[in-house]
């Protein structure tokens, strides 16, 4: 894992924009789902998906 993409990771959802990321990694997926979860960006249908294509891995 990249800790340039953790960081951001990190740091994106905390401010007032619109953080996109794009990735297929399931730990990058993973760590995500989790900061977005901690900022309250988390979007149900979305992060539904996510989860269910990280399991088919």
């Not at 740091?11 to 760590?31: D, E, V």
């Not at 901690?38 to 891995?57: A, I, K, M, T």
Request: proline fraction near 7%; include cysteine; charge should be positive.
């Amino acid at each position: 894992m990249d800790l340039k993409f953790v960081r951001c990771a990190n740091t994106l959802p905390a401010g007032h924009g619109c953080p996109m990321f794009a990735t297929h990694a399931p730990r990058a997926i993973a760590i995500l789902a989790d900061r977005a979860a901690s900022h309250g960006r988390v979007r149900p249908d979305e992060q539904r998906g996510l989860s269910e294509l990280v399991s088919r891995s």
